[in-house]
């Protein structure tokens, strides 16, 4: 037995034996990840048995992943939106009628259902792009934040961790007001929106952050309102970005600047910010973004179900643009087939392979996903980190076959969300052997908080 290294404080509480784990470069066989104040205290490789105590999971056991961008009532949209044909904006108007329907209680309920099935997935945390923030036209709750509550006190019944990425979302374009659907997003004005903002109040496994829905949905006179929200809380920014060519074209008329360059010259970008999509960029926009050391969240199975595009990621990743991935819209919920498709668009646009090495997915899978949301310490099995683990089967039909030093590559580009087994989250198990602990039904929760809705 080695032990690869040990942390000192805390007694050890609990402890977990994987017979595979990523270490951040190779597969280990035989490792036991001790456990104290849900962080991991030890990682001891070279153990051939189970420990005396030690929970076994069998797989490949991965740092869990971090699902970087969500609208969690999306989720309500699957398979509706695929009846018929359209763009982006015409998927806007049916997106903007399940919107309408939304309370606090059912909100909270379809994010419960929605966040149980991350779990299942393999995801410890979310990034949730918040905007639904009133009652239908525009009026605020006797709660001003409660559907924003909403949101965090599902994260805490399914146990995994939210960065709760409160959004200013003032205009329906540059220069116009908001539409009667968007009036529920409004606050009228970011000093408006930072005073709402302000009362949330996060936790153990809350954090609270910022977004800027995008330039066409914040005035850019506005802009530095909510970058010094953001700042004096050394909090995480996040704002859509380029995702439609018809984003840009407005942008160009109103302010003679792409948003890229609009965003630079308010002050938004830095390594505290987080571009999503990040599309539609020239080659000047890519050299902000990168210099900048602004992140980029791709989200492939919604670039590709709205028809957006494919982003440029191998060239923001190359100009210092770090990378993660989310399921934003949920037309699906698996970071693998994010990961995957990240590597394979890149594939079909280059006529090139291996642009990203297995290892390189699973790190905008988890570490710098998790970066993003404002927790860098998270997303590796190392001590002091906090102890959120996913792990693998790897003897289903997806994943059987590969010798044990592949394992990562049947994972990042075979297995499947179904493929998990097991979800630790603060060094607690959330999913057991394919079963979430907390909520005992999740298609059934699902089916019926989407049904609520449509019904």
Same mark, same amino acid.
């Given at each position: 037995?080695?032990?690869?290294?040990?942390?000192?404080?805390?007694?050890?509480?609990?402890?977990?034996?994987?017979?595979?784990?990523?270490?951040?470069?190779?597969?280990?066989?035989?490792?036991?990840?001790?456990?104290?104040?849900?962080?991991?205290?030890?990682?001891?490789?070279?153990?051939?048995?189970?420990?005396?105590?030690?929970?076994?999971?069998?797989?490949?056991?991965?740092?869990?992943?971090?699902?970087?961008?969500?609208?969690?009532?999306?989720?309500?949209?699957?398979?509706?939106?695929?009846?018929?044909?359209?763009?982006?904006?015409?998927?806007?108007?049916?997106?903007?009628?399940?919107?309408?329907?939304?309370?606090?209680?059912?909100?909270?309920?379809?994010?419960?259902?929605?966040?149980?099935?991350?779990?299942?997935?393999?995801?410890?945390?979310?990034?949730?792009?918040?905007?639904?923030?009133?009652?239908?036209?525009?009026?605020?709750?006797?709660?001003?934040?409660?559907?924003?509550?909403?949101?965090?006190?599902?994260?805490?019944?399914?146990?995994?961790?939210?960065?709760?990425?409160?959004?200013?979302?003032?205009?329906?374009?540059?220069?116009?007001?908001?539409?009667?659907?968007?009036?529920?997003?409004?606050?009228?004005?970011?000093?408006?929106?930072?005073?709402?903002?302000?009362?949330?109040?996060?936790?153990?496994?809350?954090?609270?952050?910022?977004?800027?829905?995008?330039?066409?949905?914040?005035?850019?006179?506005?802009?530095?309102?909510?970058?010094?929200?953001?700042?004096?809380?050394?909090?995480?920014?996040?704002?859509?970005?380029?995702?439609?060519?018809?984003?840009?074209?407005?942008?160009?008329?109103?302010?003679?600047?792409?948003?890229?360059?609009?965003?630079?010259?308010?002050?938004?970008?830095?390594?505290?910010?987080?571009?999503?999509?990040?599309?539609?960029?020239?080659?000047?926009?890519?050299?902000?973004?990168?210099?900048?050391?602004?992140?980029?969240?791709?989200?492939?199975?919604?670039?590709?179900?709205?028809?957006?595009?494919?982003?440029?990621?191998?060239?923001?990743?190359?100009?210092?643009?770090?990378?993660?991935?989310?399921?934003?819209?949920?037309?699906?919920?698996?970071?693998?087939?994010?990961?995957? /498709?990240?590597?394979?668009?890149? =594939?079909?646009?280059? $006529?090139? #392979?291996?642009?990203?090495?297995?290892? *390189? @997915?699973? &790190? !905008?899978?988890?570490?710098?996903?998790?970066?993003?949301?404002?927790?860098?310490?998270?997303?590796?099995?190392?001590?002091?980190?906090?102890?959120?683990?996913?792990?693998?089967?790897?003897?289903?039909?997806?994943?059987?076959?590969?010798?044990?030093?592949?394992?990562?590559?049947?994972?990042?580009?075979?297995?499947?969300?179904?493929?998990?087994?097991?979800?630790?989250? /603060?060094?607690?198990?959330?999913? =057991?052997?394919?079963? $979430?602990? #907390?909520?005992?039904?999740?298609?059934? *929760? @699902?089916? &019926? !908080?989407?049904?609520?809705?449509?019904?």
């Amino acid at each position: 037995m080695q032990l690869t290294h040990r942390t000192t404080g805390a007694p050890v509480t609990a402890a977990y034996w994987t017979d595979h784990a990523w270490l951040g470069t190779h597969v280990e066989p035989g490792v036991t990840l001790e456990i104290a104040d849900g962080r991991i205290a030890g990682v001891r490789t070279g153990v051939g048995t189970p420990p005396p105590g030690a929970t076994v999971l069998r797989g490949l056991t991965l740092p869990g992943l971090a699902n970087t961008h969500s609208h969690a009532f999306h989720r309500a949209l699957r398979a509706t939106v695929q009846v018929g044909s359209g763009t982006f904006w015409t998927w806007r108007e049916l997106m903007y009628r399940t919107a309408s329907r939304l309370t606090p209680d059912t909100y909270f309920d379809l994010a419960r259902a929605t966040y149980a099935e991350m779990a299942l997935a393999g995801i410890t945390a979310v990034g949730e792009f918040h905007y639904l923030h009133h009652a239908p036209g525009g009026t605020p709750y006797a709660d001003p934040n409660a559907m924003g509550e909403a949101l965090i006190a599902a994260a805490a019944e399914t146990g995994i961790r939210i960065t709760l990425l409160d959004t200013a979302y003032l205009a329906a374009g540059f220069g116009e007001q908001p539409n009667r659907h968007q009036l529920r997003f409004s606050d009228t004005t970011a000093e408006a929106w930072a005073e709402r903002a302000s009362l949330l109040k996060g936790g153990d496994h809350a954090l609270i952050g910022a977004a800027i829905h995008s330039v066409r949905a914040v005035p850019a006179d506005q802009l530095a309102t909510v970058v010094r929200w953001a700042q004096e809380r050394s909090a995480p920014l996040h704002v859509h970005l380029s995702e439609q060519t018809a984003e840009n074209d407005a942008c160009r008329a109103a302010h003679g600047r792409t948003p890229t360059r609009l965003l630079a010259d308010h002050g938004v970008l830095g390594p505290r910010t987080t571009g999503i999509h990040n599309t539609h960029l020239t080659e000047a926009d890519i050299a902000l973004l990168g210099s900048s050391a602004t992140g980029t969240c791709m989200c492939p199975t919604t670039e590709r179900d709205l028809a957006d595009g494919i982003g440029p990621a191998a060239a923001l990743q190359k100009a210092g643009s770090p990378l993660s991935l989310g399921s934003d819209s949920h037309a699906v919920i698996d970071l693998f087939e994010e990961a995957r /498709a990240m590597e394979l668009n890149e =594939r079909l646009r280059t $006529h090139v #392979r291996g642009h990203w090495t297995a290892a *390189a @997915l699973i &790190r !905008a899978a988890s570490a710098d996903g998790h970066a993003a949301l404002g927790r860098p310490d998270a997303g590796v099995l190392e001590p002091g980190a906090p102890a959120d683990l996913t792990t693998v089967a790897l003897d289903s039909v997806r994943t059987a076959g590969p010798v044990p030093r592949l394992a990562a590559e049947a994972a990042v580009f075979a297995a499947s969300a179904a493929d998990v087994r097991h979800t630790v989250v /603060a060094g607690r198990h959330i999913v =057991r052997d394919g079963r $979430h602990t #907390r909520v005992e039904d999740v298609p059934r *929760a @699902l089916a &019926r !908080a989407v049904a609520a809705l449509h019904d």
